[in-house]
Nanobody, 127 residues
Framework: QVQLVESGGGLVQAGGSLRLSCAAS????????MGWYRQAPGNQRELVASILGGGRTNYADTSYQDSVKGRFTISRDYSKNTVYLQMNSLKPEDTAVYYCNADATIATMPWEYDNYWGQGTQVTVSS
């Protein structure tokens, strides 16, 4: 199994910044992609940003929800199996629980990718 643990959420004023971290641990084989989703009360969970591939020599492909482009940056530390979400110029509408997600294999089954979720971290932006 692969475990994802998020950290870095909190309360911030509009215009401020937060940096979320998500560390993957367990019997990891390969992590193909990692991403951040968010869910506000009464809303469906939505993709915020994702990062696919990358590593020592490969180019990482990143994608963002339109509403966060230019404000949020996703990055990954491959040596630490950690993904980050740098959030700048935060707005009240960014308030949500943010979840880390990963497509990964376990070491004993390197051919089978499964999808994993973290427990979520609350981000609250006050106006």
């Amino acid at each position: 199994q692969v475990q994802l643990v998020e950290s870095g959420g909190g309360l911030v004023q509009a215009g401020g910044s937060l940096r979320l971290s998500c560390a993957a641990s367990g019997n990891i084989g390969n992590i193909k992609s990692m991403g951040w989703y968010r869910q506000a009360p009464g809303n469906q969970r939505e993709l915020v940003a994702s990062i696919l591939g990358g590593g020592r020599t490969n180019y990482a492909d990143t994608s963002y929800q339109d509403s966060v482009k230019g404000r949020f940056t996703i990055s990954r530390d491959y040596s630490k199996n950690t993904v980050y979400l740098q959030m700048n110029s935060l707005k009240p509408e960014d308030t949500a629980v943010y979840y880390c997600n990963a497509d990964a294999t376990i070491a004993t089954m390197p051919w089978e990718y499964d999808n994993y979720w973290g427990q979520g971290t609350q981000v609250t932006v006050s106006s």
